[in-house]
């Protein structure tokens, strides 16, 4: 018999920790900001727009992998 305490498995406790935050940001994206387009000649781009510059910047690199996966350029703004 193993009488030794029963410790909690680190590295599982850092994953579940690490999946917590990248859910939180990308609900935080997602439910943050309004939709937009802004047409800039003959292409448009959709926007994700905040309140707050701190929020565009901190959600811009989430934009680029939208832009990626949907194939359609994805940027963030701001309202002054």
């Not at 905040?50 to 940027?75: C, K, N």
């Amino acid at each position: 018999m193993n009488d030794a305490p029963s410790r909690p498995n680190v590295g599982l406790i850092a994953a579940a920790i690490l999946i917590a935050l990248l859910a939180a940001y990308l609900i935080g994206y997602f439910a943050a900001g309004r939709n937009g387009v802004a047409t800039i000649g003959p292409r448009s781009v959709r926007l994700h727009i905040y309140q707050h510059r701190w929020q565009a910047d901190l959600f811009r690199p989430l934009a680029r992998v939208e832009s990626v996966l949907v194939g359609q350029e994805v940027d963030t703004a701001f309202r002054n």
